[in-house]
């Protein structure tokens, strides 16, 4: 057996994780309340697969979960977070408004993602909260059925907005792929990254670049290198 190293650095992945380290029925590890709503948040099993572990923010019914109506918000990473990356697997287990959070900085600051229901199902916009209003910055196409697993990446560059959205199951790189919705503004600079609503999630990382986005259950914010065996025959 001849085992050879590399050391990659991973200065500028600012948090991902599986949940495979987290406990069942507890909130995993570096996520924080960014609003204190009513609803419970914790790690989960996958309704899809028992096996596996997946997080939840929520416990509330779909019409009960949003802060805008009481529910809470957690969130993830440094206030700091400038330009980056984030890339999740989705879950929806109901028809309802529904999304996440980027450049998160208080309750009433952030960019929200938000899966539209009604009159608007099949659409995805882009909203900014500021202060007590919401302003929409885009819409775009993307069918996202309920209890379905989707993969996402956000791009959040200076002013600039792209959301990008697949199957699951589809391996086409996002990189070969044109955003279903951008927008622009230049409201806030930084933040955290949240979740909104009634919504699972899983195999989530977050960093300034596609190469930083490598999947582990580290604790967030690590500046430590990682090193990987490639065990040779």
Not at 61 to 89: C, F, L, P, S
């Amino acid at each position: 057996i001849i085992m050879s190293f590399s050391t990659l650095g991973f200065a500028k992945q600012f948090y991902s994780s599986n949940f495979e380290k987290d406990t069942i029925g507890s909130p995993p590890a570096g996520w924080e309340l960014g609003f204190k709503g009513a609803g419970n948040a914790k790690v989960i099993a996958d309704p899809l697969d028992a096996k596996n572990k997946i997080f939840a923010p929520t416990d509330l019914a779909k019409d009960k979960a949003r802060h805008d109506v009481g529910g809470n918000i957690w969130v993830v990473g440094a206030a700091t977070m400038q330009d980056y990356i984030a890339e999740y697997d989705a879950y929806f287990p109901e028809d309802f408004y529904i999304g996440t959070l980027f450049r998160f900085n208080s309750e009433n600051a952030f960019y929200l993602l938000d899966r539209r229901s009604a009159g608007e199902l099949g659409n995805f916009d882009f909203w900014k909260r500021d202060g007590g209003n919401w302003t929409k910055l885009g819409t775009g196409k993307f069918d996202a059925q309920p209890q379905k697993w989707y993969r996402f990446r956000i791009v959040v560059k200076g002013d600039t907005l792209d959301a990008y959205a697949k199957a699951k199951s589809d391996t086409t790189s996002f990189d070969s792929m044109k955003p279903i919705l951008s927008g622009k503004d230049a409201g806030f600079k930084t933040g955290k990254f949240g979740l909104y609503g009634l919504i699972y999630i899983d195999n989530i990382a977050i960093g300034e670049a596609v190469s930083d986005l490598v999947i582990t259950s580290v604790e967030p914010n690590s500046k430590l290198s990682t090193t990987w065996g490639e065990i040779r025959k």
